[in-house]
């Protein structure tokens, strides 16, 4: 059994920043394929970015590409989000999500291929 727990969500004003931190259980961290996802009040959840197993290469969703960065920590097994310029619609639930199989770059976004998620951190964005 993986568990993922998310960590590091809270209230911030316009403009300001936050880090999300996503840590697992079970095999060694490089072993999975993970992913930011996030709910919107009153909306679908929806991909925000995704890192690859093994290259640690990176896809974000368009919107947010020069905002928000995706890394990981290996010797932490910790996935991290910094999210700057946050604004009131970035507000969500976010979701840290991994996957064992390796996924191509067209892939990373769907998140039925991703069988392990935690519960959800808040993010509000207001003044």
């Known amino acids: 059994q993986v568990h993922v727990l998310e960590s590091g969500g809270g209230r911030v004003q316009p403009g300001g920043s936050l880090r999300l931190s996503c840590a697992t259980s079970?095999?060694?961290?490089?072993?999975?394929?993970m992913a930011w996802f996030r709910q919107p009040p009153g909306k679908d959840r929806e991909f925000v970015a995704a890192l690859k197993r093994q290259s640690g290469g990176t896809s974000y969703a368009d919107s947010l590409k020069g905002r928000f960065t995706i890394s990981r920590d290996n010797a932490k097994n910790t996935l991290d989000l910094q999210m700057n310029s946050l604004q009131p619609e970035d507000t969500a639930v976010y979701y840290c999500?991994?996957?064992?199989?390796?996924?191509?770059?067209?892939?990373?976004?769907?998140?039925?291929?991703?069988?392990?998620w935690g519960q959800g951190t808040q993010v509000a964005v207001s003044s």
């Open positions: 999500a991994a996957t064992s199989s390796r996924l191509i770059t067209s892939s990373l976004r769907r998140e039925e291929l991703y069988e392990y």
């Open positions: 079970g095999r060694a961290f490089t072993a999975y394929t």
